[in-house]
């Protein structure tokens, strides 16, 4: 007789076996499950409690191993999603580094300038006060009218003087202090590109750690699914896509629920990485959106798929390899339409604040959807309408179009 066990511990076991293969994502190693033997699914058929038993747990073990990929490439689009925040925040760093850097030597400019000015009016004072003109008033007699005009002359080209000393004074203060900003930008520009690189090695690691577990799936799925067969006498492909197209069905299912009138708008809190975000939560998504414009649906989505079969890589932004949010921004980009920067957190705050989020029950072809909660969303795809999406997914997985998967849980419409 097989060792039967109840379900959920298969379940539980399953996701240990490939959590064990993706320690570097961070989780603790479980043991490794105990899969049914060819000799085990043998002796299961010769009993029908026994086989339907056995059927059971297969499904469980099916099932705890997409579970546990599941997790492992959801972590991979997390961490891939930090580091995109980490170079937007590191490349603004550098763009104010840039700015402050140029004022900085306009000031000095200036400075320099006013010190120049102030030289050469404290030379003339000098030439000045070298006729002692209140000596030459004392023994003038009739030229002293001349005189007393000389010595106003003489006193407002001092006070003069002491302006522009001032002014010069002052504008080199501004330069000193913007070239001290400068420097403090610099600084914070060096430390975020540390950030960025830290985030990059994180995100990698994860993305190891991703393709580990999927590898881990398929291979242990490709025999569980023969077995699955042999105990149903049917074949391992039927078994697969029975299961692909219940999955693909409860994400329908999530996605329709989630699409109800009833259902809250997402509520998430700032944006990391900024972007049209603010402290109270991103905006409500419009109750009358404006239908998408078709012409630049169509751009966006035909430039797109012109990219399907190319890889993915973190930070890709073409022209031949892509993620998630590089493929978006370049598709709408193609229409005349900015989205936001190379993050889905900033494309959904960058849309959101123009009015243009709109709720998961009003998508339409074109819309874009994200996935993600807590004010962060770690991927985005364009809607094509009919249940499927057009997306760069993950490390091992092209662009590609594809049903909708997991839960997206907001949307926006880039073209309304």
Same mark, same amino acid.
């Given at each position: 007789? /097989? $060792? #039967? ?17 993706? @320690?570097?994502?961070? %989780?603790?190693? &479980?043991?490794?499950?105990? +899969?049914? /033997? ?22 469980? =073990? ?8 599941? #997790? ?14 980490? @170079? ?9 580094? !840039? ?19 102030? %030289? ?17 008033? #004392? ?25 522009? +000393? ?22 914070? !520009?060096?430390? =975020? ?17 991703? &393709?580990?577990? @999927?590898? @881990? ?42 699409? $109800? ?70 598709? +709408? ?17 960058? =849309?959101? %604040? $123009?009015?243009?989020?709109? /709720?998961?029950?009003?998508?339409? !072809? ?29 490390? %091992? ?20």
């Amino acid at each position: 007789m /097989s $060792r #039967v066990k109840p379900a959920t511990v298969f379940s539980t076991v399953a996701v240990g076996a490939v959590t064990a293969s993706v @320690v570097a994502a961070g %989780g603790p190693a &479980m043991a490794e499950p105990d +899969y049914p /033997s060819w000799s085990e699914i043998e002796q299961a058929k010769t009993n029908e409690a026994t086989k339907q038993a056995e059927i059971a747990r297969v499904g469980d =073990l099916l099932a705890g191993l997409q579970q546990a990929a599941d #997790v492992a490439v959801q972590a991979s689009q997390m961490a891939a999603e930090s580091y995109r925040i980490a @170079v937007d925040e590191r490349d603004r760093a550098a763009e104010r580094e !840039r700015t402050i850097g140029q004022q900085a030597d306009e000031a000095d400019a200036v400075a320099e300038i006013s010190k120049m000015r102030a %030289g050469l009016l404290a030379a003339h004072l000098a030439k000045t006060a070298g006729n002692d003109l209140t000596s030459e008033l #004392v023994f003038s007699g009739e030229n002293a009218d001349g005189l007393l005009k000389q010595l106003g002359m003489a006193s407002k080209l001092g006070e003069q003087a002491q302006a522009v +000393y001032e002014q010069a004074i002052a504008d080199r203060n501004t330069a000193d202090a913007l070239r001290a900003q400068a420097a403090t930008a610099a600084a914070e !520009r060096t430390r =975020l590109a540390a950030l960025a690189e830290a985030k990059a090695t994180e995100a990698n690691a994860a993305a190891e750690a991703a &393709m580990s577990a @999927v590898a @881990v799936q398929e291979q242990r799925s490709a025999e569980l699914y023969a077995q699955l067969a042999t105990l149903k006498d049917t074949t391992a492909e039927l078994e697969r896509e029975r299961v692909e197209g219940q999955a693909r069905a409860a994400a329908a299912a999530a996605l329709q629920e989630a699409t $109800r009138p009833s259902s809250p708008a997402p509520g998430p809190g700032p944006a990391p990485g900024g972007g049209g975000g603010g402290g109270g939560g991103a905006p409500a998504p419009n109750p009358d959106p404006a239908p998408p414009n078709a012409s630049a649906v169509e751009t966006a989505i035909w430039f797109a798929s012109q990219q399907l079969g190319e890889r993915y890589g973190l930070g890709g932004a073409g022209p031949d390899v892509w993620d998630c949010s590089g493929l978006t921004r370049a598709a +709408y980009a193609a229409a005349g339409i900015g989205i936001g920067t190379h993050s889905a957190t900033n494309q959904y705050y960058t =849309l959101a %604040g $123009r009015g243009k989020a709109v /709720s998961l029950g009003n998508v339409q !072809r074109g819309d874009l959807l994200f996935w993600g909660s807590g004010g962060s969303y770690y991927h985005v795809a364009i809607y094509l309408g009919g249940g499927r999406i057009l997306e760069a997914p993950d490390y %091992g997985k092209p662009v590609r179009e594809w049903p909708i998967w997991g839960s997206p849980s907001a949307a926006a419409r880039p073209a309304g």
